[in-house]
């Protein structure tokens, strides 16, 4: 597995990166990434920290230590050592960095276990699982078509998805673009596959691929959006920015000019029935939303923590209303870890003695995510209100003597001085109201997939797996016990003729 060493030194192999029109020369110390990649060194490093190691690490059925998310998980106790590992690295960053390594395991996890699934390329999916579970490399993934004209079929869009362009002995050539690559600046791989069907017919099957490329290889190129963490270090300090200047995980599009994909790290070519049926039958939705909801569990329990420590800052935590408000987002924590206990400790069999997060579980998350953010930062912006506008601009604020005896006796708090509790505010501003808490509200709003999707597949999960027809023949067992006529199961007693004649 990468040191952090190495995995920062890994980043530096020629990668095309466009910022703010500049081709990025070195991720690693370009203001833009440079805090974020030592925020996932960091993880990398906690793999080999002896206080960590055990939480983190277990050997793989090939004798290889690894994450404890990225092997094959045979039983609900592998599932809720994977949920503390994943948990674990996502406090090193408050759970505010989604797409970390471990992400991908949502995938690569299943791949050794239901490599059967990749016809006429089985070997290939059993060799990466392999190479990930050993290495450990960084794997971002794009799934979805850019945003360009969605009201036409996809073959009227065919020059803008990514779909194969040549076929050579050694592999094929692929052309297109795919968003978004989250973190995909400080990554070693994209994953490239499809969310939903083709919308083509047997005659086209072009854009019917998965497959891994690496982010330097020719062709590749990467449009990030703006850095959050470069606004922080060009505004203020960590003081100012104590979130954005470290954990901005840089969003992209990825573009694939004419790049080479070899063999060996192809998953699907050409293949409608795979490509189409890849995200409801690898696995992956129930592992990513495994994943998603142990890192929004540990997101809230700082969140949790902020806003009580907001609250008791500024008098407020004792009143009732407040109180209440306080309640609800613990409440809201508190599900979000039951419904990650839930996912392992009820999972679903798959192939090869593999189990599967809840199903049922997993779909509850993706629908409840999205509103109970939003609902936990309107609780923020009601309950700590207008002292986030009361702010000073900076840090540099305190350094001048001319205004420093104002900011001690007018922004100091209830047992907490000034620079202390702006110090605290501050952090909750970079939660909510800023760049960086505005993309995380997007980001948090938008994680499991489209608003109606994630309600939709919710019931699709309910009808295919046999429960909806449980919950309507519960109903039927209630109906079935009257008609017309009065009942028809006799442990209820029928009016006697002389209470109906005396109804009547």
């Given at each position: ?496 003729e002389k209470e109906t004649v005396a109804k009547s």
């Open positions: 597995m990468y040191t952090g060493k190495e995995y920062l030194e890994s980043l530096n192999d020629g990668r095309v990166v466009y910022l703010n029109g500049e081709k990025i020369k070195d991720v690693t110390t370009h203001p833009a990434y440079r805090n974020s990649a030592r925020s996932y060194a960091r993880m990398y490093d906690a793999l080999h920290d002896p206080a960590t190691r055990d939480i983190l690490t277990t050997t793989t059925e090939f004798g290889d230590r690894t994450h404890k998310f990225f092997k094959t998980p045979t039983s609900s106790q592998d599932l809720l050592e994977a949920r503390d590992a994943i948990a674990e690295w996502a406090k090193l960053s408050y759970g505010f960095m989604g797409r970390t390594p471990d992400y991908k395991a949502s995938f690569i996890g299943n791949l050794n276990a239901l490599g059967d699934y990749y016809v006429g390329f089985e070997d290939n999916a059993k060799a990466w699982y392999k190479k990930a579970t050993k290495e450990l490399p960084f794997i971002n993934h794009t799934i979805i078509n850019p945003q360009v004209d969605r009201s036409k079929p996809l073959h009227e869009n065919k020059d803008v998805f990514v779909r194969a362009v040549a076929e050579k002995d050694d592999g094929i050539i692929v052309s297109g673009a795919k968003m978004v690559g989250t973190a995909a600046a400080l990554t070693h791989y994209n994953f490239v596959a499809n969310y939903g069907p083709m919308g083509l017919g047997e005659d086209d099957n072009s854009h019917a691929l998965i497959f891994f490329v690496p982010m330097n290889a020719p062709g590749v190129k990467m449009i990030s959006r703006q850095s959050y963490e470069l606004i922080a270090a060009t505004n203020g300090t960590p003081f100012d920015y104590p979130l954005s200047s470290r954990f901005d995980e840089n969003d992209a599009v990825i573009v694939l000019d004419n790049v080479f994909i070899p063999w060996e790290d192809v998953l699907c070519y050409r293949n409608n029935e795979i490509a189409n049926n890849f995200v409801p039958q690898s696995g992956f939705v129930n592992r990513f939303t495994f994943h998603g909801c142990t890192r929004l569990a540990v997101k809230l329990d700082f969140m949790t923590g902020l806003l009580l420590k907001a609250t008791e800052a500024a008098g407020t935590k004792n009143f009732r209303g407040v109180q209440a408000q306080i309640g609800e987002v613990v409440a809201l924590r508190n599900m979000f870890w039951g419904l990650s206990t839930s996912m392992a400790a009820a999972p679903e069999k798959g192939p090869n003695g593999l189990v599967i997060p809840n199903g049922a579980s997993s779909a509850a998350y993706r629908a409840l995510a999205p509103s109970s953010w939003v609902r936990v930062k309107n609780i923020f912006e009601q309950v700590v209100a207008g002292g986030l506008i009361q702010l000073p601009s900076s840090a540099k604020d305190f350094l001048n003597p001319e205004i420093k005896t104002y900011l001690d006796r007018y922004y100091r708090g209830t047992g907490i001085d000034s620079e202390d509790r702006v110090k605290l505010l501050k952090m909750v501003w970079d939660t909510i109201g800023t760049e960086f808490g505005g993309r995380h509200e997007l980001y948090e709003v938008n994680y499991a997939g489209n608003h109606e999707n994630i309600r939709m597949e919710a019931l699709f999960h309910f009808e295919a797996t046999g429960l909806a027809d449980q919950q309507k023949a519960f109903v039927d067992s209630a109906l079935n016990d009257y008609d017309l006529n009065g009942w028809t199961n006799k442990t209820w007693a029928e009016a006697s």
